[in-house]
């Protein structure tokens, strides 16, 4: 390997890490922010804590709306800009935070931090990976999904410390000077304006697997389409109300928080095992295995099985690895050239789920309890599981056709 080639190896590995450590703040300076600070926002302001928290809701929904133009702005400047600005709409929307007197003016901030997340988390930089490095992205989203793993894990005990010594009005302050003094010039200077067959060519690799034929595209993205969507919402839904629902069933609240920490690791874990021997497989078949997993977390919560912790570990590795399918599905199916667009299309329904899934859960649980909550779940999460067998059929049918021919 020759120097040039090793420079090369090394800018494309710094850009990954860079990617996950960007990702690991913009997760925890928005998604995971009101974890910590939602109820000491509300006891600082008087606000209803339920307006405080639908905070996130606003943000997703406006992200939602914003997601397929930012998928074409991709595909035609491509994400280096677009990454930069979720930085600056970040920070602006930590800043209005801060600086709210009133609870609408504190979730028009929000609709500002939406905007952040839907040109700043995981489909921005997916899209800019895919376009960068066309089918060889696979393992580089994968890695970048390993260091996401860790954003609450990290995030949560650092806004903790800041809330304990500085508020969290400075919180949001701190975490808007981060976002805008070191997330914004590092993805200027880091990210690459424009694919390159040099960076292309040094990436070790991957298992080669020909897209889609055209005419099969749009029965296949609905599908797909449904599984995203489904499981964005089961996902945003636990992480609102899991720890509830496991007090419902008698547990402590210690107890709850102690196996309601065994999901990140579990999706590490799985993302882990996908990056040493996902290579030699179709990614559909690593979504089905996801989609599997799920279904049995839900399933085994729903049944009342004495053993909550090895449903949830399922359940965890189970979404770690739909993360990871979220990226590299389409890209493996509908090739780089439309995948930003794609991403961009994907993303208006996912964000959206993700948005009303908590005010569906409240709704379940209030009138049904965690029983109905669990048992929604396992149906939806089977429905993904049928819905993933139906799409690898699609795609095996597509190769044995474009074989014989």
């Given at each position: ?26 997760w925890?300076?928005t998604?995971?922010?009101l ?15 339920a ?5 996130l ?149 991957s ?46 609240l ?11 690791p ?6 882990v ?13 690593t979504m ?13 919560l ?39 667009v ?37 149906f ?26």
């Open positions: 390997m020759t120097a040039a080639t090793l420079t090369r190896v090394a800018g494309t590995r710094g850009l990954i890490v860079t990617l996950g450590l960007l990702q690991i703040l913009a925890g300076s998604f995971y922010l974890g910590v600070l939602g109820k000491p926002i509300a006891a600082d302001t008087g606000w209803p804590f307006g405080v928290i639908s905070g809701s606003v943000a997703l929904l406006a992200g939602s709306a914003i997601s397929p133009l930012v998928g074409h702005t991709i595909a035609a400047r491509g994400g280096r800009l677009v990454l930069a600005a979720s930085s600056a709409l970040m920070a602006l929307g930590l800043a209005g935070m801060a600086l709210s007197p009133t609870l609408p003016t504190y979730l028009a901030a929000w609709a500002v931090l939406g905007l952040g997340m839907a040109t700043g988390l995981y489909d921005p930089a997916f899209s800019t990976l895919g376009q960068l490095y066309g089918q060889d992205a696979r393992r580089l989203i994968t890695a970048v999904t390993l260091f996401g793993g860790f954003a609450s894990t990290v995030s949560w005990p650092a806004t903790a410390f800041l809330l304990d010594h500085i508020g969290w009005r400075a919180t949001c302050w701190t975490y808007a000077g981060v976002n805008l003094g070191l997330g914004m010039p590092t993805y200027l200077l880091l990210v690459p304006r424009q694919p390159t067959l040099s960076a292309k060519a040094v990436l070790p690799s298992a080669r697997t020909k897209e889609l034929p055209l005419i099969l595209h749009g029965r296949a993205l609905l599908i797909l389409g449904a599984i995203l969507t489904i499981s964005a919402g089961m996902m945003s839904l636990l992480t609102t109300h899991l720890l509830a629902l496991l007090q419902a069933r008698g547990l402590g210690a107890a709850a928080v102690g196996l309601g920490t065994l999901v990140g579990s999706q590490v874990a799985s993302r095992i996908e990056i040493f021997f996902g290579r030699g497989h179709h990614p559909v078949w089905l295995g996801g989609c599997v997993l799920v279904a049995a977390g839900a399933g085994l729903w049944s009342g099985w004495p053993l909550p912790a090895l449903a949830l570990i399922a359940y965890g590795m189970g979404n770690g690895i739909n993360s990871i399918v979220r990226g590299t599905v389409p890209l493996v199916l509908f090739g780089p050239g439309r995948y930003p794609l991403m961009g299309k994907l993303g208006l329904p996912i964000l959206l789920a993700m948005a009303l899934a908590p005010a569906a859960g409240a709704i379940l649980i209030q009138y049904g309890g965690e029983g109905l909550v669990f048992g929604t779940l396992a939806f999460s089977t429905i993904n599981v049928v819905l993933a067998l139906v799409l690898a059929r699609l795609c095996f049918i597509s190769e044995d056709s474009m074989q014989k021919a």
